[in-house]
């Protein structure tokens, strides 16, 4: 509906966050206009992406892990979220790359997925480490273990992924991947502009992230 309204009122150009219409949609619409796909690069030929690399993103977190001594790292996941297949598939490539067992939760994009999946982190036991999908599942997943007594990082280190605002704020300064926002932003539509003055083809593009080290994690403690 968002997207029938801007095209009525004469929009140019579409850049689109993390959509999840199918391949035959985003296509009618780039038939009528250049499309952006931010954030989701899976979009066929006819449609633009500007995305980060998720395998990268996960490889930071895993090899910034491991270096504080982790061994027992569990993935929260997000789900059916858009990116969450390429990230947990990521962290089991590189969990074996490590030559350590994968442990995968269920997880989601909200905290509340955070707070379910928490208690499946507890179940599964010994665990000292967790990456979780995003920043607010992150969230959840803190609120999960400090419920159950446990201190993070003391016991548990928490990682995070889109290095989002709250991420940085002074009571949870949360360890997370960042996407570099304000970069990729920038770049989906400098692309959307470039594809309205006709200047290049529709193509894709894919940035680096980094990771941002906070203080939700630490040292491995002994299990």
């Known amino acids: 509906r968002a997207i029938e309204s801007l095209l009525d009122v004469g929009a ?3 850049i689109l966050i993390s959509s999840t219409l199918s391949k035959d949609a985003l296509a009618s619409y780039a ?3 250049p499309v952006v796909s931010l954030l989701r690069d899976e ?10 690399d998720d395998h990268a993103g996960i490889r930071l977190a895993i090899d910034h892990l491991t270096s504080l001594g982790h061994r027992s790292i569990a993935h929260v996941d997000g789900g059916t979220a858009v990116s969450a297949g390429h990230r947990r598939e990521a962290f089991r490539k590189e ?3 490590h030559g350590l067992k994968p442990v995968v939760v269920a997880g989601g994009p909200h905290e509340e997925d955070g707070i379910r999946a928490g208690r499946g982190v507890l179940r599964e036991g010994g665990l000292t480490a967790v990456v979780a999908f995003n920043d607010r599942c992150a969230l959840g ?3 999960s273990l400090r419920g159950a007594g446990l201190k993070v990082p003391d016991d548990v280190s928490v990682l995070g992924y889109d290095d989002s605002q709250f991420a940085r704020l002074s009571y ?7 996407q570099d926002a304000p970069l990729i932003a920038a770049a989906a539509v400098d692309r959307a502009v470039d594809r309205v003055e006709g ?8 940035r680096t992230p980094h990771l941002a080290v906070r203080k939700t994690t630490a040292q491995a403690v002994s299990v």
Do not use: F, K
Not at 199 to 206: A, R
């Open 12 to 14: 140019e150009a579409l």
């Open 31 to 33: 038939h009528q206009v």
């Open 43 to 52: 979009v066929g030929d006819l449609v633009d992406s500007v995305s980060s």
């Open 95 to 97: 969990m074996a790359r």
């Open 141 to 143: 997943v803190m609120e």
């Open 172 to 178: 949870v300064q949360l360890s997370s991947v960042s």
């Open 199 to 206: 200047t290049i083809s529709p193509g894709h593009v894919i």
